[in-house]
């Protein structure tokens, strides 16, 4: 502990015993936890409390102090803990002070345990205390167990939870001498406290109360989750049985967690050897709700070495819903496929039909796995990709009233009624039809997934959120249909689908509801960058209005429309498309300028998002070579630069030094983009073109923006500066040995100006500048350590103790306001 700390220690702990003094925060006491528990991981328990005994004062007179705040006893509780979790110093503090705060002469006894924060406290203590042998007799004398088994059922679910944890450790802990050596298989040649708690478990499991159930398999759950030892095979083989008796009873109790123990069960590697732990999973796929089976079979399905007939019974009942709804429908798209056992349809179609809410959850819950598990190279084999894909149109078509039911079937009138116009699963559904692009399908059913799509996309009934669904999943659906992957070339049946979707992306744009408008600007950017090049595209999209209603949405009353507008636009500029007259009659139009209108967007539009939008389309403006940047490269920097430089936002004054950096590269003759994870730094450049690129970033002021840039009060900002005048020296550095040799320039004035900078007076501007004083500045400035202080947290001078306790001090008033670090 440093000195100072060591002096500011004993009048903190003595505040902290005072009930008439201000208490500090739960905030402070949880960083003077974390604080203590890095001196105990540095060093030894025993020899802090010796170093500093007033520690042990405090937590003498903690029980004692009558009216001491809850968060000051819970404090207390988990730093003597923290204290005795090393053996030595637990054998110190066991006489007489770890009774009085665990015991019942604690909190325990008193009218503070009816306080969450304190009851939290205690089990928390007690958790970091049991790490030894010697804590076990502590808290079998002390009688602790019975508590933490009461505590599982608190009010709290924060005590509960951490009750339940507690409990579990215990076990493991009582176990860790039996390692060597499997325990027996039975009870009587177990520790004494691991026969309580198993014995706890057994009852617990038997109980016909549902909440003791719930307790008893999160106790398993956690126990199994971390147990890696021979042992825990014996506690398997004792307890699934009675978790296997669960699932006779009807309904199952605490299905959901009962889930959890077997998941865990199952991924266990002390279990790895127990094939009845596989048995006890395949009767619980057979017992559980569809609800329940279905997380049950996916965390199955995930797994690496589950047996193949069990995946094969998991996969059947995750697509049991998909089943259902596929035989509820006349004529469904795709092939039959979809395994479905006939013993499981029943109950499906019973969840499907029960209640409005339990039918989407059940669909939602479906879909939602299934697209959890289809890019996992675990997956299934063969996958039923076309099913699937019918399956998911099916879904869809429910949804938007066009699905027509079968024939007799009870089930399809149903599904019809409960699914018009339900958003969840709308939305669910359309996310799994995106991710089902990442594989083939039979093209006449491809046909039918844009051309349910194309319904969604067109249709008024489709809510904001739908249409952002509809709209990702069409993306991606056009992206797989590229042949070969990669290239921009269509097959004519997706070329007219582009050409189809361009009427219903215009009416889009002119939506009443902004959210659709920028989800029809997202998706027409994403389009354009994809098939720009693609002739048919091109004349199609040329030909309607959504050029110039992309264009106009520069001025919408959104901000977030404005900055979608403004990466659609420089996307369409980018790639040759501009806002030109609509029409056949018009092959060459008047081409209006689109840099004016995105610098006065930068300059003068009242958010931050269009502004940085702007920012972004010019830095990939000038890294593509963008005609009206390469008409004159250094006036186009020049004016945007001096706009970033005035902008309040840090992202755009950001982005600024990113397009600075890209012009030196340019004018350097560096690579264009670079990996900025690149381990080796960029070679330097010829001393001629250093002195070029110096004298053409001096024109366009780009010294001077990074140079106040370097002195922002926006960290982020300053480091990027700092980064960027690094580059600038060391590409520098042949042309600037050279320039060294003739004398040194006079940089008084520059160095002036940063001093002044530094200082907040950021008004006066550098003036001309020559290439040789920047360099000499460059040269003459500590940029390494200063890189290096800006990569310190920004809170790294309030973090460190002695700052704290001055802070908590300062708090009950002991020490005076120059005295604080009140940050």
Partial sequence: MDPECAQLLPALCAALTDPRQPVADDTCLEKLL???????????????????????????????????????????????????????????????LLPGLFGEAGPLGGAAWTAPTVRSGWIQGLR?????????????????????????????????????????????????????????????????????????????????????????????????????????????????????CLLEKDPVPAAHSLVDLLLSAARSPALS??????????????????????????????????????????????????????????????PPGLPAGPEGDPAVADALLSSR????????????????????????????????????????????????????????????????????????????LGALSADTGPPELVTQVFAVLLDYLQSPDSSPTVLKKAFQATLRWLLSARTPPGCC??????????????????????????????SGLEFLTQVVGCWAGQAGFRHALLASEVPQLAQQLL?????????????????????????????????????????????????????????????????????????????????????????????????VRAQGLELARVFLEQTLGQPGSRCPYAVAAPEAAAP????????????????????????????????KSCDLLLFLRDQAAPWDSLQEARGSPDVASVEAALRRWRAGEQGQPLGPLEPEAVLAVLRSMDLEGLRGALAESSDHVERNPQSLLQDMLATVGILGDNEADCY
């Fill in 128 to 244: 970091s205390l049991a790490q030894h042998p010697s804590a076990l007799h502590f808290l079998a004398d002390l009688g602790a167990l019975d508590t933490v088994v009461s505590l599982q059922g608190d009010s709290s679910l924060f005590v509960a939870s951490a009750a339940g944890q507690l409990l579990a450790h215990l076990l493991g802990l009582s176990l860790r001498g039996q390692a060597e050596g499997s325990p027996g298989p039975q009870v009587c040649d177990w520790p004494a406290s691991a026969q309580r708690i198993v014995g706890h478990i057994e009852e617990s499991l038997c109980s016909p109360a549902a909440p003791r159930v719930t307790q008893a398999l999160n106790v398993l759950t956690t126990t199994f989750g971390h147990c890696h030892q021979l042992w825990a095979q014996v506690l398997w083989a004792r307890l699934s049985p009675l978790a296997a």
């Fill in 34 to 96: 974390d604080w203590f528990k890095t001196l105990t991981e540095a060093g030894s328990s025993l020899q802090l409390l010796q170093d500093s005994p007033c520690l042990v004062e405090l937590l003498l007179q903690v029980p004692k102090a009558p009216g001491l705040s809850p968060r000051v006893l819970a404090f207390s509780l988990r730093l003597a803990g923290l204290l005795a979790a090393q053996e030595d110093c637990f054998q110190f503090l066991q006489g007489e």
């Fill in 357 to 432: 809410s339990a039918c989407v959850g059940l669909l939602c819950q479906t879909l939602a796995h299934l697209e959890l598990l289809q890019p996992l190279p675990q997956r299934p084999a063969p996958w039923p990709q076309a099913p699937l894909l019918g399956a998911a149109v099916t879904v869809l078509r429910f949804c938007n009233g066009s699905a027509v039911p079968a024939s007799g079937s009870d089930v399809g009138g149903r599904l019809c009624a409960i699914l018009a116009g339900c958003v969840r699963v709308q939305r669910a559904a359309l996310g799994f």
């Fill in 688 to 719: 001629g073109r250093v002195a070029q690129a110096l004298r053409a970033a001096c024109r366009v002021q780009l010294v001077e923006f990074a140079f106040r840039a370097l002195f922002d009060y926006d960290r982020p900002v300053a480091q």
């Fill in 273 to 334: 050897s127990d094939r009845s732990r596989w048995e006890t999973v395949a009767q619980a796929l057979g017992r559980l709700s569809p609800a329940h089976a279905g997380p049950l079979a996916l965390g199955l399905l995930t797994l690496q070495d589950c047996p193949q007939a069990l995946s094969a019974q998991a996969f059947t009942v995750l697509l049991q819903p998909l089943a259902c709804v596929l035989k509820a429908a006349t004529q469904a798209p795709g």
């Fill in 555 to 651: 001025q919408d009353p959104e901000s977030y429309v404005r900055a979608s507008a403004v990466t659609a636009v420089g996307q369409l500029s980018s790639r040759g498309l501009p806002a030109t007259p609509a029409g056949p009659e018009h092959p060459g139009g008047p081409q209006k300028s689109l840099l004016p209108e995105l610098l006065h967007v930068l300059a003068a539009d009242s958010e931050g998002f269009p502004r940085r939008a702007a920012m972004q389309v010019f830095t990939q403006w000038l890294r593509d070579g963008h005609a009206e940047v390469a008409e004159d490269t250094e006036r186009f920097v020049a004016r945007v630069l001096q706009a970033a430089s005035r902008d309040l936002d840090w992202e």
């Fill in 489 to 518: 070339d269509l097959d004519p049946p997706t070329q007219l689908l582009l050409r189809e979707l361009l009427p219903v992306l215009q009416r889009r744009l002119c939506s009443p509801c902004w959210e659709v408008r920028d």
